[in-house]
């Protein structure tokens, strides 16, 4: 990094050589390097450098100019952008080194951006609800895609017995190979010097459910009270949306770097994941790779490595029916988007169906032929 770019009042919020060459050629237009650190109805809040000092200061800026039909291309919490102070009208946006992207329903074909150039994207599990494995590698999987490096942060760990909290820690690690998995108690402490440490210097996007403890993991690692707390429900563990909007929240120094705080997600649907998807199972793929034929489906084929690692241990079943489950929702998702593989999908699903014709036709045809004439 270069002297000047060192010194620039937004290295703390992540600036850099990289995003300086971006916006070159909009500095010779006069215009203003920002980070956006909340998006709301039409206009943004953007980080800026104070005039000549070391400092920075918050601008509203309007968003009418960069505004795009396509969802995932629209302006969200993490982007950098090109202000014009004067107009108060955000230019342009630099391009994204990380994207963020969940499908915004599982019946629509519409991607939804959550966060954009996070170095870290941390998956937020509560340890106050029984440990959903399947939804944690859904979460990595998005993260894996996005090109953020994933964390898996288990919250609440007070609630818990070390004895327990241990074997939790195991097979979170087993569903996330690759991937570290940490505990913390906001409540005790327990751990978040060891996740400041790690997060410190990057920008990092905190995700979960509702309920995850998010907002009070947030205000433990900021240091104050910037977003409002509920309590959980005792039946389910489950808690209210606190967090409404994508907040992007500076770090102590002077490790520094930024935390995006996002709403509670119902849903996590799956967008375009199939790289991530690869990496979250990715023990299922080197294991695919011995099998006998390439396009193995893993489901009877003879000489299936997967199937034979299922059958001595080496494989769960349940990472493995994990798996198909989001490479199916993965196909589904991909088939609304992609004409060509939409096309490919239903030919296959036809030639299935015509053999499943002939294959009912000729046992029929032999019923006939070895049942005794009246």
Request: glycine share 10%; net charge negative; hydrophobic share 45%.
């Amino acid at each position: 990094m270069s002297e000047h770019t060192a010194q620039h009042p937004l290295v703390r919020y992540g600036w850099d050589e990289g995003f300086a060459a971006d916006f070159s050629a909009h500095a010779a237009e006069g215009l203003t390097p920002g980070r956006i650190v909340r998006v709301d109805r039409g206009r943004c809040d953007l980080v800026v450098a104070d005039g000549d000092s070391d400092d920075v200061r918050h601008v509203l800026a309007d968003t009418a100019l960069v505004t795009t039909g396509d969802p995932v291309a629209i302006m969200c919490t993490g982007d950098w952008a090109a202000v014009d102070l004067a107009s108060g009208h955000v230019r342009a946006l630099l391009p994204r080194r990380t994207a963020f992207v969940r499908s915004t329903s599982s019946s629509r074909s519409e991607g939804q951006i959550l966060a954009a150039n996070a170095d870290c994207a941390i998956v937020a599990v509560s340890l106050a609800a029984d440990l959903d494995l399947g939804r944690i590698e859904r979460f990595l999987a998005l993260a894996w895609e996005s090109g953020a490096e994933p964390l898996v942060v288990l919250t609440k760990a007070d609630l818990v017995t070390a004895e327990v909290l241990g074997h939790l820690v195991a097979d979170t690690g087993a569903a996330a190979p690759g991937v570290q998995v940490l505990a913390v108690s906001a409540e005790t402490g327990e751990g978040l010097d060891v996740l400041a440490a790690v997060l410190g210097g990057r920008a990092s996007v905190l995700l979960g459910q509702s309920g995850a403890g998010k907002s009070t993991l947030a205000n433990a690692l900021v240091g104050a009270e910037v977003q409002d707390v509920q309590a959980t429900r005792d039946r389910d563990g489950k808690g209210r949306h606190t967090t409404t909007t994508r907040n992007l929240l500076p770090l102590p120094l002077p490790a520094g770097g930024v935390l995006i705080d996002t709403p509670g997600l119902r849903g996590v649907g799956l967008w375009d994941a199939g790289a991530g998807v690869a990496r979250t199972f990715s023990e299922i793929e080197a294991l695919a790779g011995r099998c006998r034929f390439h396009d193995c489906a893993h489901a009877a084929e003879p000489g299936c490595a997967v199937l034979a690692a299922v059958e001595t241990g080496e494989l769960h079943q349940r990472r493995l029916d994990s798996y198909r489950k989001l490479v199916r929702e993965n196909e589904w998702i991909a088939s609304r988007t992609d004409v060509r593989l939409r096309a490919e999908i239903r030919r296959d699903w036809k030639a299935k169906q015509a053999a499943g014709r002939l294959a009912m036709e000729y046992k029929r045809g032999r019923s006939r032929q070895v049942l005794p004439r009246p």
